[in-house]
């Protein structure tokens, strides 16, 4: 998918979430999410936002990171993403950024991840409000296959082994992680080897904890 694509399915999606924690009890459970509520999805969604805009803007994790949540949620939560949008209209998806992602460190790596993270939130926020799911694009499923398979499983599995050999549901990977994991949606498929990470890996420590990659 191209950038503008991505920023296109950006907005829908926002629009979307933005609507479900509106129209939703904010004590209601997110069903996808156990133990988070629809304003405890609604206060990550908005961290992840402001966090990626400070990352680029500073080209640097915020550490500590104590973000200003104070306010109406949904007034915080338009500021945190036009904040964030403001971010990508300004910079050229091309431009260097800092990612922990380490073959792509660009303001375009950040622009598809928000992609997929919005996504992924805005059907958590319908269902925690009770309303029908908007149908995922076609194109936007396909390329977030994609991601799962080569940032988050063939890269960041090999970059945190005791992490993900954690997660419940068992390993994703078998002894030296050889095992394959391949993904199919219809006629489409996809397959990544996760691979152990060696001692000394570059940039290992410039990746911020996991519950704020986004």
Known sequence: ????????????????????????????????CPGWS?????????????HKTVTMRTGSYPDPWDPDLSGEPLAVLDAAYGALTAEFATRPADSPALTWFEPDQSVG?????????SVIHRVDAELAAGLPVTP???DLAADGVDEVLTAFLAYEAAQSPEEFA?????????PEG???????????????????RR???????????RARRG
């Open 199 to 209: 001692c000394g890996s570059p940039k290992a420590a410039s990746r911020p904890p």
């Open 166 to 174: 954690a997660m419940e549901g068992g390993h994703l990977a078998g």
């Open 1 to 32: 998918m191209n950038d503008n694509r991505l920023l296109e399915c950006l907005a829908a999606d926002y629009s979307l979430l933005r609507k479900a924690a509106a129209a939703g009890d904010p004590a209601a459970p997110v069903p996808s």
């Open 109 to 117: 790596f950040w622009i598809r991840r928000m992609a997929h993270e």
């Open 136 to 138: 995922i694009p076609a």
């Open 38 to 50: 629809a304003a405890d999805l609604l206060t990550h969604i908005t961290a992840v936002y402001m």
């Open 178 to 196: 050889q095992e394959a994991i391949v993904v199919r949606a219809g006629s489409a498929s996809g397959r990544s080897v996760p691979r152990p």
